[in-house]
Each structure stands twice: as C-alpha cells, then as structure tokens.
C-alpha cells in the first residue's frame, strides 16, 4: 500500500509539473494514470478541469498571437482591412488583450497617415496645376492647406515660394508697366492721362520713389505748356511799340 501511494503521488507531482510547463498532454495522461489506480483521488480530479482550462487558454493566446503576427505583417504592408480583421478577432477572443489595442491603435494612426499623404500628393498636384494657369490664389490656397497638414512639408513651402516670388514679379511688372504709360502719356502732353497711372502707381506701391518724381514732371510740363499758352494769346510786340 505504500508502494501504491508513493506511485500515486509521484505521478501527481509529474502531472503538476508538466501543467506549470504547459505540457498539458502528458499532465492529463498522468492525472488519468492516478484514477486509474485511485478512482477517488481529489488532486487527481481537482486537476483535471485545470489542465483542461490552461489548455484552453493557451490555445486561444496562441491563436491571438498567430491573429496580431498576421495583423502587423498586414499593416506593414498597409493591407488597412485585413490588418483591422485581426486585430478585431483577437479582441474578441481576449478582450483586454494589450496587444490588439495597440495594433488598432498603430493602425487607426497609420491609416490617418496615408490619407493625410494622398490629400497632400493631389494638394500639390492641383497647385502646380493652378499655378500653370496663373490662378495664384487657388495654387496658394493648396501650398497653404499642404503646409496646415504638414508644415514642415519640403514641396508646400517650395510651391509657396514660387506663389510668392511669380506674385513680386507680376507686381514689379506693373508698376513698370504704370510708369512706361505715365512717361508716355506725359511725352504726348496728356497730362490727365499721366496723373491717372501716377494714382495707380501710388496704389501698387505708396511709398515708390518714380511716383513723385513722375508727379514732379508733370507739373512742370504742365506749367510750361501753360506758360505757352498764355504767350500765345499775348500782342507780338513791334519795335515800333517798344519805342513808343
């Protein structure tokens, strides 16, 4: 009988061993081999269900981690659906598993990422095409909403920068272009015509030097024609007047 009972309870501490290292057939095969010489044996029994429920346990977390491996290998290759599938079975499978919530959390970010990619890639696209055109408030407008999503983005500031310079250029080309019909206006004595590109002038740029000398001009020409005139519509003196 204490042979019986020796066997009895080195097969149980055999049993418990192999339950802790998850060898959960040989830890059911040395369960069963004590009921059947101990039908009765409360560890035996109380074991049993434990082994069962470990093994199940570890089946299901086995699945999870086969589910989040698939799940990130599918992120990686930005496969968005198949990677939320996974992560959706694993937590249905442990519902507090840190691992799922982090692949949905990576995945929630990396597809926030790409759509955040593609507006800027047609941003940029409709820009460079409205800045084709010579629509610089539209092709502003995209450089602007590429900068808002990014703003360190290398081609948002580039697009912007050439807005801005095609802007000072078309700018410096008109009042150039203001003053060669201010110059030309006064040339031809049409002094209302030179003051009018003079106030243009003045509205593309106040403070521009050209503008009031330009100004200056014209009140001269103007004063001289006048002078001309009025010279004109004066006796032309004979000497016989001068010795009167």
Request: aromatic share 4%; hydrophobic share 35%.
């Amino acid at each position: 009988a204490k042979l019986r009972l020796d066997e009895i309870r080195d097969l149980l501490a055999q049993a418990q061993e192999a339950w802790r290292q998850q060898d959960f057939d040989t830890a059911d095969a040395r369960a069963h081999e004590v009921l059947a010489t101990d039908p009765g044996n409360i560890e035996a029994l109380e074991l049993l269900p434990r082994i069962e429920s470990a093994r199940q346990s570890k089946r299901r977390q086995d699945e999870v981690n086969s589910l989040l491996a698939r799940g990130r290998e599918a992120l990686g290759r930005e496969d968005f659906a198949a990677a939320r599938s996974c992560a959706t079975e694993a937590l249905e499978l442990d519902a507090g598993h840190g691992g799922a919530a982090e692949l949905l959390q990576r995945l929630n970010s990396a597809e926030g990422q790409k759509r955040k990619r593609e507006e800027i890639t047609g941003l940029l696209a409709e820009g460079q095409q409205a800045f084709l055109r010579e629509d610089l408030e539209e092709s502003e407008r995209c450089a602007r909403r590429v900068l808002e999503l990014e703003a360190g983005h290398e081609k948002g500031h580039e697009l912007l920068a050439r807005v801005t310079s095609f802007r000072e250029r078309q700018h410096r080309e008109q009042i150039d272009r203001q003053i060669a019909r201010a110059r030309d206006a006064l040339q031809n004595d049409n002094y209302e015509q030179a003051r009018a590109c003079i106030r243009e002038l003045r509205t593309l740029e106040p403070e521009n030097a050209e503008a009031g000398l330009l100004a200056s001009e014209v009140d001269r020409a103007e004063e001289q024609d006048r002078r001309e005139k009025i010279n004109a519509l004066l006796p032309v003196k004979t000497f016989d007047d001068e010795h009167y």
